[in-house]
């Protein structure tokens, strides 16, 4: 029973270039959600979709960052032209049904690398 | 504006002794608090968590203590061991909408042998 799935586990971009992380959640789940880790702090929260809905955006900074979770296929977490700053961990999480973390399980995280 | 506390930012403890970890919220919408534990290069891992409606909750050697008027909680590792070292998150959330976590800063737990 495979868990939530992440890749690629690390990713190294040059400033510009564009990221791509995706995320298959567990078998059954269909909310997913995407948080950042930047070094020392805690997890944040950046999107929740539902197949083919986005739901809440609220996290999601207004440019280059971009979130899909097709009908068909895994979840996936774009980043246009990169900077920096966008070095960190990003975690999706999958649960069966918005559940407050009380089924939200954890993908391992794409670690990014901008240089 | 951080809506989750979480201290201290490290804690060393003892193979055997008790390992405290303490949060505090502001948003008293947050109906949910559960504990995740992460180790390096690990995703986080659902530890415990409790509801306003009970002051403890126990798991094993694992305890959540809630104070709803003081809005803060706290995780209490009891016989603490070398396994558990690792990073500790507290995290609150409110039923409904889309249930997103709010996560503490974290605390890096280390248990000497």
């Known amino acids: 029973n495979a868990g939530v799935m992440q890749n690629p586990r690390h990713l190294v971009r040059r400033r510009g270039q564009e990221a791509r992380l995706r995320c298959s959640p567990m078998k059954g789940h269909s909310h997913v959600y995407w948080y950042r880790q930047l070094p020392e702090e805690g997890l944040k929260f950046m999107v929740y979709?539902?197949?083919?809905?986005?739901?809440?955006e609220s996290g999601m900074p207004k440019e280059r960052f971009s979130a899909e979770f097709p009908k068909e296929g895994p979840s996936i977490l774009r980043i246009q032209q990169v900077v920096r700053g966008d070095s960190a961990a990003y975690f999706c999480?999958?649960?069966?049904?918005?559940?407050?973390?009380?089924?939200?399980?954890f993908g391992p995280g794409t670690r990014l690398t901008v240089l | 504006q951080q809506q989750v506390k979480q201290s201290p930012q490290s804690l060393i403890v003892q193979k055997g002794g008790i390992s405290i970890i303490n949060c505090a919220y502001e948003?008293?919408?947050?109906?949910?608090f559960p504990w995740y534990q992460q180790f390096p290069g690990k995703g986080p891992a659902l530890l415990i968590a409790?509801?306003?409606?009970?002051s403890e909750k126990k798991e094993g050697r694992f305890t959540i203590s809630f104070n709803k008027s003081a809005k803060q909680f706290s995780l209490h590792i009891m016989d603490s061991q070398p396994g558990d070292s690792a990073t500790y998150f507290c995290?609150?959330?409110?039923?409904?909408?889309?249930?997103?976590?709010?996560f503490g800063k974290g605390t890096k737990l280390t248990v000497n042998p």
């Open positions: 979709l539902q197949k083919e809905n986005i739901i809440d």
């Open positions: 999480a999958s649960s069966p049904q918005a559940s407050g973390g009380r089924g939200q399980f």
């Open positions: 995290a609150a959330t409110t039923q409904g909408g889309s249930e997103k976590l709010v």
């Open positions: 409790i509801r306003p409606d009970v």
């Open positions: 948003n008293t919408a947050f109906d949910y």
